[in-house]
């Protein structure tokens, strides 16, 4: 029922939305792609090879799409299954250490956490790394429970979770997980042996069985390319220099701790006193919390030193959180003498947070959204989930006072879950409908009409590619409207879309206008109707065709170049 109730939640609404982020859009083109030209070695993304990750997410991916269709659902279908499995994974493994109770609360703990059910309803690599991260340290923890002739088996699935780790983000799936493990396991007096048990060499072989195939394939047919950029650009450099676009400030991971942590963050102050009283040198299963809370500590100093900082790199942080408030609730639960009032800190923290934001948001015009999504109807809706929070808030308080513990942490669960659905069912669409609406259209038009190029100027990438089937659109950043100019006149259709607030630069070009919104004109170097019932016509010339003429400047020659790939 767990499973089933996390799969539910993570896919509630699923497909009454667009994908939303850059990140998503690419995962999802690349899956697209892999299905349209059957290659499933080397993933692309808008004519270029994507070396940004390994390939299993990918494959995940193309194998939906084939499955369900190219949708916003199937794509988001991977990461809610691996959501689901890490909730079910948890709850197993601290059912193992500490029993039955332990076991459902920390699956239902990290179940309704928001940064898991935010990164299960994504299309992200991220849950499924922490699937597989967690799974390995996970097997690893069992191992210590058994005696040493039955731990064996269990460090073979230690290997493979982390194989399949590398295989899905890289070497972070291996040094994560040995960044803290031995140096606790050194402090404790118990790496050689440890060392000596788990047997590296099982490791080395089940990496090259599972992960290594793909990698050295992936070396040979880009001549390196796919191993320097990954291993270096990807890996090395994001940490010691900034990727982003936006400096994140180096105090990121606290600001967004408690959102991750939602609704348990008001119980992380009890759970980590709790935690660090645990011996150091005791018996394993005492010893867990502490190095639980290690793992959550490490992750959270580790990447505040990064020099890329994206909130998702602390995911690793809720698995071992989740676990701690789990066995901080089982206690509780099991002795009903001093769960009393057990919640009342955190509800009230909780009921401050939320008034505050209630009465931030009743500030809020129009006019401080984004201007893509400036509208009324989404201002009140953002403003009924501030005061929703309030409600479930004051639930909590009145219920920690007159019922048992268990009341209210049902009260707070079912109230979580049904500020998410209200979110998903209400704010998403909204907003969605707003800003993808008009990418919508755009798209609708690029699939019913014959263009030979489709170019976006100045304006964001759109995911137009996985809305209308485009294997590739070319992206003009520092373009003029000369070389606009130049591509006009050659003999193929083209489609072009504009910043509305530069559109003055290019309104002298030949060109029609369909459309007119808050994100692009969409125009033509056709009128609209003479576009009509032209699918399957070769009246006009292919893009190879294009690329011939000479006449194009050279910056147009190699997007078109790039777009002919």
């Not at 100093?301 to 900082?309: A, K, L």
């Not at 893509?372 to 009924?384: K, N, T, Y």
């Not at 630069?505 to 609209?528: G, Y």
């Not at 019932?533 to 078109?560: F, Y």
């Given at each position: 029922?767990?499973?089933?109730?996390?799969?539910?939640?993570?896919?509630?609404?699923?497909?009454?939305?667009?994908?939303?982020?850059?990140?998503?859009?690419?995962?999802?083109?690349?899956?697209?792609?892999?299905?349209?030209?059957?290659?499933?070695?080397?993933?692309?993304?808008?004519?270029?090879?994507?070396?940004?990750?390994?390939?299993?997410?990918?494959?995940?991916?193309?194998?939906?799409?084939t499955l369900f269709g190219t949708t916003a659902w199937s794509a988001r279908l991977p990461s809610a299954v691996a959501g689901m499995l890490l909730v079910l994974l948890i709850a197993s493994l601290a059912r193992e250490l500490w029993g039955y109770q332990a076991g459902l609360s920390s699956g239902i703990v990290l179940g309704v956490m928001a940064g898991v059910v935010l990164l299960s309803r994504m299309v992200m690599t991220d849950i499924v790394l922490l699937l597989f991260l967690q799974a390995g340290l996970g097997a690893f923890y069992v191992a210590q429970l058994r005696s040493p002739h039955e731990r064996g088996p269990w460090y073979?699935?230690?290997?493979?979770?982390?194989?399949?780790?590398?295989?899905?983000?890289?070497?972070?799936?291996?040094?994560?997980?040995?960044?803290?493990?031995?140096?606790?396991?050194?402090?404790?007096?118990?790496?050689?042996?440890?060392?000596?048990?788990?047997?590296?060499?099982?490791?080395?072989?089940?990496?090259?069985?599972?992960?290594?195939?793909?990698?050295?394939?992936?070396?040979?047919?880009?001549?390196?390319?796919?191993?320097?950029?990954f291993f270096i650009t990807e890996n090395l450099g994001r940490f010691l220099t900034n990727v982003n676009p936006h400096e994140a400030p180096p105090f990121l991971y606290f600001l967004i701790l408690i959102p991750l942590t939602f609704p348990w963050a008001g119980l992380l102050p009890q759970v980590v006193r709790t935690a660090v009283t645990a011996p150091l040198r005791g018996p394993f299963r005492e010893a867990v919390p502490l190095l639980l809370?290690?793992?959550?500590?490490?992750?959270?100093?580790?990447?505040?030193?990064?020099?890329?900082?994206?909130?998702?790199?602390?995911?690793?942080?809720?698995?071992?959180?989740?676990?701690?408030v789990g066995r901080w609730i089982a206690q509780k639960l099991d002795h009903p003498c001093c769960s009393d009032k057990a919640l009342r800190p955190a509800s009230w923290a909780f009921f401050v947070v939320a008034l505050l934001l209630a009465i931030g948001s009743g500030f809020l015009s129009a006019d401080h959204l984004p201007e893509?999504?400036?509208?009324?109807?989404?201002?009140?809706?953002?403003?009924?989930l501030a005061w929703l929070l309030v409600g479930l808030s004051l639930l909590v308080i009145v219920t920690d006072c007159l019922a048992r513990l268990a009341t209210s942490l049902t009260v707070l669960v079912l109230g979580t879950v049904v500020f998410y659905l209200t979110a998903t069912y209400t704010v998403v669409p909204t907003a969605d409908q707003l800003l993808r609406e008009p990418v919508r259209q755009?798209?609708?038009?690029?699939?019913?009409?014959?263009?030979?190029?489709?170019?976006?100027?100045?304006?964001?990438?759109?995911?137009?590619?996985?809305?209308?089937?485009?294997?590739?659109?070319?992206?003009?950043?520092?373009?003029?409207?000369?070389?606009?100019?130049?591509?006009?006149?050659?003999?193929?259709?083209?489609?072009?879309?504009?910043?509305?607030?530069?559109?003055?630069?290019?309104?002298?070009?030949?060109?029609?206008?369909?459309?007119?919104?808050?994100?692009?004109?969409?125009?033509?170097?056709?009128?609209?109707?003479?576009?009509?019932?032209?699918?399957?016509?070769?009246?006009?010339?292919?893009?190879?065709?294009?690329?011939?003429?000479?006449?194009?400047?050279?910056?147009?020659?190699?997007?078109?170049?790039?777009?002919?790939?």
């Open positions: 029922m767990l499973g089933i109730g996390c799969l539910g939640l993570y896919l509630a609404g699923a497909s009454g939305y667009d994908l939303l982020t850059d990140d998503e859009m690419r995962y999802a083109e690349a899956g697209r792609r892999m299905v349209e030209s059957g290659d499933w070695l080397i993933p692309e993304y808008n004519g270029y090879p994507r070396y940004q990750k390994p390939i299993l997410f990918y494959w995940l991916q193309a194998l939906s799409q073979l699935a230690m290997w493979t979770a982390l194989a399949l780790g590398f295989l899905t983000k890289g070497p972070i799936a291996c040094v994560l997980p040995a960044a803290f493990l031995l140096p606790w396991l050194a402090v404790r007096g118990e790496l050689l042996a440890v060392l000596r048990e788990i047997r590296a060499a099982w490791g080395l072989a089940i990496a090259l069985l599972v992960a290594g195939p793909w990698y050295v394939t992936a070396h040979i047919v880009t001549d390196g390319q796919f191993t320097y950029h809370l290690g793992q959550a500590v490490l992750v959270f100093v580790v990447f505040t030193f990064s020099r890329t900082r994206v909130w998702t790199y602390t995911l690793p942080m809720l698995p071992p959180l989740a676990l701690l893509v999504v400036r509208h009324p109807g989404l201002l009140f809706q953002i403003r009924l755009a798209a609708k038009q690029l699939r019913e009409q014959q263009a030979t190029v489709v170019v976006t100027c100045h304006v964001h990438e759109l995911g137009l590619n996985f809305l209308a089937g485009q294997r590739c659109i070319l992206h003009w950043r520092t373009h003029t409207a000369d070389d606009l100019a130049d591509l006009l006149d050659g003999p193929g259709r083209v489609f072009v879309l504009i910043d509305p607030g530069r559109w003055h630069e290019f309104e002298a070009l030949p060109l029609h206008v369909w459309d007119w919104n808050r994100r692009f004109v969409l125009a033509a170097n056709f009128p609209p109707d003479s576009g009509k019932n032209l699918a399957g016509k070769r009246d006009s010339p292919s893009l190879a065709e294009v690329q011939r003429d000479s006449g194009r400047s050279a910056s147009v020659r190699a997007s078109l170049e790039q777009a002919g790939r």
